[in-house]
C-alpha cells in the first residue's frame, strides 16, 4: 500500500511517514554540496543592503576600544549601531590598521540589546543579555557562542580623508524581513 506523505486531507502523520519527510528533507538539503559541478564557486557573495552614504565619525576622534553609537541606514532605534577601534585588524576594517569596523546593536537571536557589552580589547561583542550570544567583531560579526544564528549585520565603511562614512549594511537587521524599507 502507498502512502500519500503530502495529502492535505490528512492531519495527522504516521511515525513512518514523519521519518520518511525527515529524510527526504535531509537529502535535499545535503545532497547539492555533494554534487557541486566542477567550476561552481564555494564562496557566495554576501547580501548586502546599500544605502545614501552618510558620515558617521571623524577617524581622528576615535579611541581604541571605547565605541561611538550612531543610527544608519535610519534614524529608527532598530538602526542603533555602533563604531569601535579594535586591537587588531578585523573583516570589513577600515584605517591604517584595518580594524575600526561597526555593527548593528541588536542580537540577532531575539534583539536584544547589546549597547555597553563590547570587549573592543578582546574583538567580542556580548554576551547579550537575554541568552548569553556573543559575536567576534573581527571576523564580520560572526556568532562566537550561543542562540543566535545569524551574525551581527556590519556596517559597511568607507574613508575620505578623516570622515568614516557608513554606506550599506551586510546582512539582516534583527526586525526587519528584507532591510530594504524604512521603517518610518
Avoid at 40 to 52: G, S
Avoid at 118 to 126: L, M, T, V
Wanted: proline share 8%; net charge negative; charged share 15%.
Amino acid at each position: 500500500m502507498t502512502e500519500n506523505l503530502c495529502d492535505p486531507t490528512q492531519t495527522v502523520i504516521s511515525r513512518r511517514g514523519f521519518l520518511k519527510l525527515g529524510t527526504a528533507a535531509v537529502v535535499t538539503i545535503t545532497l547539492p554540496a555533494y554534487l557541486r559541478k566542477p567550476g561552481m564557486p564555494i564562496t557566495f557573495k554576501a547580501n548586502l543592503a546599500q544605502y545614501e552614504q552618510k558620515v558617521i565619525a571623524k577617524m581622528s576622534a576615535l579611541k581604541p576600544n571605547e565605541p561611538v553609537a550612531f543610527n544608519y541606514p535610519w534614524d529608527d532605534p532598530a538602526a542603533a549601531n555602533f563604531l569601535i577601534m579594535l586591537n587588531e585588524p578585523a573583516g570589513g576594517g577600515i584605517g591604517p590598521d584595518q580594524n575600526v569596523v561597526a555593527f548593528n546593536s541588536f542580537c540577532t537571536h531575539q534583539g536584544g540589546p547589546l549597547t555597553g557589552q563590547f570587549q573592543g580589547n578582546k574583538g567580542i561583542a556580548g554576551p547579550c543579555p537575554l541568552h548569553w550570544t556573543t559575536f567576534d567583531m573581527t571576523r564580520h560579526g560572526m556568532v562566537i557562542s550561543g542562540h543566535a544564528t545569524q551574525g551581527l549585520p556590519q556596517i559597511l565603511l568607507t574613508l575620505e580623508g578623516d570622515n568614516i562614512i557608513a554606506t550599506g549594511v551586510m546582512g539582516l537587521i534583527f526586525g526587519y524581513v528584507d532591510n530594504q524599507e524604512n521603517p518610518a
